[in-house]
T-cell receptor, first 111, second 114 residues
Framework: KNQVEQSPQSLIILEGKNCTLQ??????????LRWYKQDTGRGPVSLTI?????NTKSNGRYTATLDADTKQSSLHITASQLSDSASYIC??????????FGAGTTVTVRA | DTGVSQDPRHKITKRGQNVTFRCDPI?????LYWYRQTLGQGPEFLTY????????KSRLLSDRFSAERPKGSFSTLEIQRTEQGDSAMYLC????????????FGPGTRLTVL
């Protein structure tokens, strides 16, 4: 069973609207949680990283939250743009180099 | 562009053939990783190098797979006797290390085994 579960699997939103992606994890011990953006046919690119003590981190129109007690994270996209169409992957790191990847949420932004 | 390059970007081969992929990491990064990603899934860890030493191999890496990083710089991933199940995106990443280590991914090599 995957230790990082993301929802929804996919979503479609209209340009200019907001959306929120969810990530639940069971990875332990916990070091940090990242959100990556992966465009079709490209490698993932890091958007945010949060350690245990951080509960929110922003990168432009992307805002990630972390609740380490409930082991949940969210990624909020504000005022979506067509270029936001991509897969968003939640990645949890243990104390070593090992990363646990979620399956991703595919976001499609339509004009 | 993250600074990590991979070659080739696409490879189509027939079942049973050998293929080799190359990854050039960011020059000062001493850690290098290989992942495999299939459609609709997140990347799966294959192997990890610290400089030229291969420190871990996933159970996903069968005997047909071998990776090298001979001088601690670029790395190669070879798949022998390819099977259709090997069709996937092969991603390389590199990092400096440290508590909040960020892995920078290359664009990947898309392998199709016919």
């Amino acid at each position: 069973k995957n230790q990082v579960e993301q929802s929804p699997q996919s979503l479609i939103i209209l340009e200019g609207k907001n959306c929120t992606l969810q990530c639940n994890y069971t990875v332990s011990p916990f070091s940090n949680l990242r959100w990556y953006k992966q465009d079709t046919g490209r490698g993932p690119v890091s958007l945010t990283i949060m350690t245990f003590s951080e509960n929110t981190k922003s990168n432009g129109r992307y805002t990630a939250t972390l609740d380490a007690d409930t082991k949940q994270s969210s990624l909020h996209i504000t005022a979506s743009q067509l270029s936001d169409s991509a897969s968003y992957i939640c990645v949890v790191s243990r104390d070593d180099y090992k990363l646990s990847f979620g399956a991703g949420t595919t976001v499609t932004v339509r004009a | 562009d993250t600074g990590v390059s991979q070659d080739p970007r696409h490879k189509i081969t027939k079942r049973g053939q050998n293929v080799t992929f190359r990854c050039d990491p960011i020059s000062e990064h001493n850690r290098l990783y290989w992942y495999r990603q299939t459609l609709g899934q997140g990347p799966e860890f294959l192997t990890y190098f610290q400089n030229e030493a291969q420190l871990e191999k996933s159970r996903l890496l069968s005997d047909r797979f071998s990776a090298e990083r001979p001088k601690g710089s670029f790395s190669t991933l070879e798949i022998q006797r390819t099977e259709q199940g090997d069709s996937a995106m092969y991603l390389c990443a590199s990092s400096l290390g440290g508590p909040t280590d960020t892995q920078y991914f290359g664009p990947g090599t898309r392998l199709t085994v016919l």
